[in-house]
């Protein structure tokens, strides 16, 4: 059977947003020839209560991106398996025939097998259904309930594509197949009910009827079965939020132990690891409601311009741009770094309506995903509030001044979503009719900085200049160099728009695989780009200015503009009016 790595085969139909790889990293328009500053140095002290990064990776035996997933922080695991990239395609392998009820199961590779002429022969010749024909300019295969093309998987019943994540003695599926499936197989069915049937299925697939038979086989598959629960463990642990999911593991683990203690030690291992996960998880989504709290409070003196315009204002925290960049992205590879991968299907997940009988999710389980969004809003209003509260025009200046360079040092960090933040503060409408505020400003830089992240063409230019800072993070020399933070809200759009651009069923019932594979390719660059910790040094001075100093509702800044710089016409004057 071909493998189901996604990148044998080429795909079209499923890429909305397609782009080509041949560009080459694009110059910065500010360093021209002057030395980049240097990084100050690191000191790591974690800026919320979880003193430990939940997604810590093991060390990494990368073929998708060695340079961007080494700077993650490491920890010894007991699966060799684990320890490889999950989001790279592992090399094609033979297949092997296999006794399973599901019928494609049958033509499934086996794990530790390697390629070969005989082996091939010898699939050919226990496969009798296979289907195969001209399709473009590949070869379509079906083999039972599973077509692949170009020898990739590209569609398979929901039953079959189960069957397939199971593992046997001597069979372990792809690791890309793991990750794909688990991802997006919530769209289809609940977590808790895939583990359980795959669990059900790995133990009733070793019952011969002789009790002691039994147990042997068991102990043989043990060792796999554990190792899938790691990795599903270590990609998607908010799964694990769930009681239902804890127990069926606690039950997986009194029935491993029954046979095999090496792998119950495994397993005990494992359910610390995904506890501490959880539990730092829950510190800072705590930490995050305290900071919000905080934020919220209104105290009288912002509503006033004039007493407003006496409180401590960005400059007086932090005059210099490369500093405050640098602690932006701070706040941003924090939170990143929180966000599961199962939250980008979640947002748009719904119950599956061949799936009637089934339960689905009560509620879509996105908090970390939503809390990131609103801080890019956040950010975007702290700016506006920031240059509409001085009373003085030429303090007004100069706070945009020093806005403009802080977005100039983002981008030649990488930092994508506070760059466009910055900007986003900018052009709002309060902001942005300030002419005489403005008109003190040089904003030649400002406006290569709007070019950067111009909209039009869906975000050519900023999508020109995201591929080179991937280029640049695939070959980083330091760790500053690794850093990615895309504009996110124009990542889930992307993902958003490739789930509804293509059918999740096929006309013939079976699941669009090709489709998932897109998805999972999409959502695994972002977990590249979440595991590279910060390496700038941290000021919780700065920081806490940053998250918790209240900030205007667009009511209050139209309000403070208008009395930063009178109305200029009717409808401004009637707009004032109504804000009084």
């Known amino acids: 059977m071909p493998p189901t790595t996604p990148y044998a085969g080429k795909f079209s139909s499923c890429g909305l947003y397609t782009n080509n790889n041949n560009y080459s990293e694009p110059h910065s328009p500010y360093h021209s020839g002057c030395p980049a500053k240097p990084a100050k140095d690191n000191v790591y002290n974690g800026s919320y209560p979880a003193a430990e990064n939940p997604y810590d990776k093991p060390p990494t035996r990368n073929v998708y991106r060695s340079s961007s997933v080494g700077s993650s922080s490491s920890k010894e695991h007991h699966y060799n398996a684990v320890s490889e990239n999950p989001y790279s395609p592992p090399p094609p392998r033979s297949p092997r025939q296999h006794c399973s009820s599901c019928p494609a199961r049958t033509h499934r590779q086996p794990s530790g097998s390697s390629g070969g002429s005989s082996s091939e022969q010898s699939c050919r010749s226990n496969v009798a259904a296979v289907k195969s024909r001209p399709f473009g300019h590949g070869?379509?295969?079906?083999?039972?309930?599973?077509?692949?093309?170009?020898?990739?998987?590209?569609?398979?019943?929901?039953?079959?594509?189960?069957?397939?994540?199971?593992?046997?003695?001597?069979?372990?599926?792809?690791?890309?197949?793991?990750?794909?499936?688990?991802?997006?197989?919530?769209?289809?069915?609940?977590?808790?009910?895939?583990?359980?049937?795959?669990?059900?299925?790995?133990?009733?697939?070793?019952?011969?009827?002789?009790?002691?038979?039994?147990?042997?086989?068991?102990?043989?598959?043990?060792?796999?079965?554990?190792?899938?629960?790691?990795?599903?463990?270590?990609?998607?642990?908010?799964?694990?939020?769930?009681?239902?999911?804890?127990?069926?593991?606690?039950?997986?683990?009194?029935?491993?132990?029954?046979?095999?203690?090496?792998?119950?030690?495994?397993?005990?291992?494992?359910?610390?690891?995904?506890?501490?996960?959880?539990?730092?998880?829950?510190?800072?989504?705590?930490?995050?409601?305290?900071?919000?709290?905080?934020?919220?409070?209104?105290?009288?003196?912002?509503?006033?311009?004039?007493?407003?315009?006496?409180?401590?204002?960005?400059?007086?925290?932090?005059?210099?741009?490369?500093?405050?960049?640098?602690?932006?992205?701070?706040?941003?590879?924090?939170?990143?770094?929180?966000?599961?991968?199962?939250?980008?299907?979640?947002?748009?997940?719904?119950?599956?309506?061949?799936?009637?009988?089934?339960?689905?999710?009560?509620?879509?389980?996105?908090?970390?995903?939503?809390?990131?969004?609103?801080?890019?809003?956040?950010?975007?209003?702290?700016?506006?509030?920031?240059?509409?509260?001085?009373?003085?025009?030429?303090?007004?200046?100069?706070?945009?001044?020093?806005?403009?360079?802080?977005?100039?040092?983002?981008?030649?960090?990488?930092?994508?979503?506070?760059?466009?933040?910055?900007?986003?503060?900018?052009?709002?409408?309060?902001?942005?009719?300030?002419?005489?505020?403005?008109?003190?400003?040089?904003?030649?830089?400002?406006?290569?900085?709007?070019?950067?992240?111009d909209p039009s063409s869906n975000f050519s230019n900023y999508r020109t200049a995201l591929r080179g800072a991937n280029q640049r993070s695939e070959t980083a020399h330091s760790i500053q160099e690794k850093i990615v933070i895309p504009f996110f809200s124009l990542l889930i759009k992307d993902i958003y728009f490739l789930n509804e651009s293509c059918a999740s069923r096929l006309p013939n019932g079976h699941i669009n695989f090709e489709k998932l594979w897109e998805l999972a390719k999409q959502v695994s660059e972002f977990l590249v780009w979440r595991q590279v910790v910060c390496p700038f040094e941290r000021d919780r001075r700065i920081l806490q200015y940053l998250v918790t100093t209240p900030i205007f509702t667009e009511d209050e800044l139209h309000l403070a503009s208008y009395e930063s710089e009178g109305p200029e016409n009717n409808m401004e004057k009637d707009s004032r009016r109504s804000l009084r």
Request: with cysteine; net charge neutral; proline share 3%.
């Open 139 to 453: 070869i379509t295969a079906s083999y039972g309930e599973m077509c692949y093309h170009d020898n990739s998987l590209v569609s398979a019943s929901l039953e079959a594509l189960i069957q397939h994540l199971v593992p046997t003695v001597d069979y372990y599926p792809d690791r890309s197949y793991v990750f794909t499936f688990l991802l997006s197989s919530r769209l289809f069915l609940h977590p808790y009910e895939l583990m359980t049937r795959v669990c059900h299925l790995c133990v009733e697939q070793q019952r011969s009827g002789d009790a002691l038979l039994d147990k042997i086989r068991f102990r043989e598959v043990a060792p796999k079965l554990v190792q899938l629960l790691t990795e599903w463990t270590e990609t998607f642990p908010y799964d694990f939020r769930d009681e239902r999911m804890m127990r069926c593991l606690k039950d997986m683990t009194h029935h491993v132990a029954r046979g095999d203690e090496f792998s119950w030690r495994a397993m005990q291992q494992m359910t610390q690891r995904l506890i501490k996960r959880l539990s730092a998880l829950g510190q800072y989504e705590e930490a995050v409601a305290a900071l919000n709290a905080v934020a919220t409070e209104r105290p009288a003196s912002l509503k006033n311009k004039q007493t407003s315009g006496q409180r401590s204002d960005i400059l007086s925290v932090c005059d210099d741009p490369f500093f405050l960049a640098q602690q932006l992205t701070h706040v941003e590879l924090d939170r990143l770094s929180f966000i599961g991968p199962e939250e980008f299907i979640q947002t748009f997940a719904m119950k599956d309506p061949l799936e009637n009988n089934k339960g689905f999710f009560r509620k879509r389980k996105t908090s970390n995903l939503e809390a990131y969004v609103n801080w890019f809003n956040r950010l975007s209003y702290f700016v506006a509030t920031e240059i509409c509260t001085p009373v003085k025009k030429k303090h007004r200046a100069r706070i945009i001044e020093f806005f403009i360079d802080v977005a100039q040092e983002c981008f030649n960090i990488g930092n994508f979503n506070s760059l466009m933040a910055i900007i986003t503060g900018m052009n709002m409408s309060p902001v942005a009719r300030l002419k005489k505020t403005w008109s003190k400003v040089n904003t030649d830089k400002f406006e290569i900085l709007e070019h950067q992240m």
